[in-house]
């Protein structure tokens, strides 16, 4: 399995514009995570899917976010109208969650600059 | 509710010296408890996990972490640091075993540089 697959892996935007980050979890995975990284927050858990349905999206910053996942193998994370505050790196995770295993696998990210 | 405490956003040790690198959790519940490491540019990595049963746990790269319930602790370590160990390292807990509502809590991070 190639892993878990995100792109862009660089994104660079104007303030104003919309911006979409894609993720393809590895096969067979029941949940799925977006985070975003920053020197000042850290790693923060934006929102949880599990089996395609939002289970907790209580870190998405404000209304500007909103994520998706209309299937099993991808899930889009939109930011409109984008903010340079929202500059970060972006990481989609995916776990097969069970009585045994919580282990989340990190896609190598998306690195996105807003000017 | 919980959370992670790593203490130490940086630590320098010397090629061959003991590594430490510590952590500290809080959970309502007994928890599940990862260390990963992330080399720049990259994604993270699982670096060893503790879940059930024996309290110290192996991972890869020869790390090795225990985990000490009375303390609410677990430590990083490595015996002999090598050059490739250089990275940042994340300690995370996720203490919610509802099956389907699973989420990792993560620590701010240590950045361990390894003197030559």
């Known amino acids: 399995d190639a892993g878990v697959i995100q792109s862009p892996r660089h994104e660079v935007t104007e303030m104003g514009q919309e911006v979409t980050l894609r993720c393809k979890p590895i096969?067979?995975?029941?949940?799925l995570f977006w985070y975003r990284q920053t020197m000042m927050r850290g790693l923060e858990l934006l929102i949880y899917?599990?089996?395609?349905?939002?289970?907790?999206d209580s870190g998405m910053p404000e209304d500007r976010f909103s994520a998706k996942m209309p299937n099993a193998s991808f899930s889009t994370l939109k930011i409109q109208p984008s903010e340079p505050r929202d500059s970060a790196v972006y990481f989609c995770a995916s776990s097969l969650i069970s009585q045994t295993n919580t282990e989340a696998f990190f896609g190598q990210g998306t690195r996105l600059t807003v000017v | 509710a919980q959370s992670v405490t790593q203490l130490g956003s940086h630590v320098s040790v010397s090629e061959g010296a003991l590594v430490l690198l510590r952590c500290n959790y809080s959970s309502s519940v007994p928890p599940y408890l990862f260390w990963y490491v992330q080399y720049p540019n990259q994604g993270l990595q699982l670096l060893l996990k503790y879940t059930t049963g024996a309290t110290l746990v192996k991972g890869i790269n020869g790390f090795e972490a225990e985990f000490k319930k009375s303390e609410t602790s677990f430590h990083l370590t490595k015996p002999s640091a090598h050059m490739s160990d250089a990275a940042e390292y994340f300690c995370?807990?996720?203490?919610?075993?509802?099956?389907?509502?699973?989420?990792?809590?993560f620590g701010t991070g240590t950045r361990l540089t390894i003197i030559p």
């Open positions: 899917f599990n089996n395609n349905v939002p289970i907790d």
């Open positions: 096969s067979g995975h029941n949940s």
């Open positions: 995370a807990v996720s203490a919610s075993h509802n099956f389907g509502n699973e989420k990792l809590t």
